[in-house]
């Protein structure tokens, strides 16, 4: 059974910083992609950043490049996700989620969700 388990969300400052993982299990191999995407009140559901486990390859959303770090650890099946100088617009809940189609790259379907983590960033 494949599972997703998103961690970390909760106040944090104007300025301050988070940091997200997200826990996979159930996939056959690491050919998956994990993303973050987050949800605030009344907007719709955007990407944050995706990592591609097999290969590294990373990408940040215009609202969290330069900011924002996406890791992978194989071994502990986590994805982490580290954002920097947090402004009161980036409240949101934040989900992970993973897709192991073969065409993710240029086609992602996100088959698979986590539970959400609110974080919420106070001005």
């Known amino acids: 059974e494949v599972q997703l388990q998103a961690f970390g969300g909760g106040l944090v400052q104007d300025g301050g910083s988070l940091r997200l993982s997200c826990v996979f299990s159930g996939f056959s191999s690491g050919d998956l992609a994990i993303g973050w995407f987050r949800q605030a009140p009344g907007k719709e559901r955007e990407t944050v950043s995706v990592i591609d486990i097999g290969d590294g390859r990373a990408y940040y959303a215009d609202a969290a490049r330069g900011r924002s770090t996406i890791s992978s650890d194989n071994v502990k099946n986590t994805v982490t996700l580290e954002m920097n100088s947090l402004k009161p617009e980036d409240t949101a809940v934040y989900y992970c989620?993973?897709?192991?189609?073969?065409?993710?790259?240029?086609?992602?379907?996100?088959?698979?969700w986590g539970q959400g983590t609110q974080v919420t960033v106070s001005s």
């Open positions: 989620a993973a897709d192991d189609g073969p065409n993710r790259a240029v086609d992602p379907r996100w088959a698979y």
